[in-house]
């Protein structure tokens, strides 16, 4: 935790879709931790193509003590532990019970199977690790053509 009086996590994760209406009160809908990417057809590649999504991270903070700006910053490991680039974005903090929802939609492109982690900093500090899984699933319906001679 970055400190003892705050920010404090109240919720990390992906959705399918979140509103978030005037009060600031979110609806989230269909939390997702994992991705099965599908290939159908005679030629169906062995190895999972890369797979492009958009994906709805929440973070929502509970200020406690903290007051002011904040970067948060969202860093992608891949399953064969290299990172990303950070997307990097600003909460603002008012104090007491009073909080910010980051809302951020992030178009990812998963080139390989397996688990895939995304790291949450709070200024540097690791505050939370989102684990998400890319599965593979391959059928080979018809036959492939036949080649000329």
């Known amino acids: 935790m970055p400190s003892e009086g705050g920010p404090y996590l109240q919720i990390a994760c992906f959705c399918e879709k979140v509103i978030e209406d005037k009060r600031g009160v979110l609806s989230i809908i269909g939390i997702i931790d994992t991705l099965t990417a599908e290939a159908t057809g005679p030629e169906a590649p062995e190895e999972m193509p890369p797979v492009t999504r958009q994906l709805h ?4 903070l509970k200020s406690g003590t903290a007051r002011g700006r904040y970067q948060i910053k969202i860093m992608p490991e891949l399953p064969s532990g290299l990172c990303l680039d950070p997307v990097i974005l600003t909460a603002h903090m008012e104090g007491a019970e009073r909080g ?3 809302i951020a939609n992030m178009p990812f492109t998963f080139n390989l199977e397996g688990l895939y ?5 709070l200024n540097d500090v690791v ?8 599965k593979y699933s391959r059928s080979i319906v018809g036959r492939p053509p036949q080649s000329q001679q």
């Open 57 to 60: 991270l929440v973070v929502a």
């Open 100 to 102: 910010t929802n980051i």
């Open 117 to 121: 982690w995304f790291i949450i900093h």
């Open 127 to 134: 505050l939370t690790k989102i684990p998400f899984r890319v």
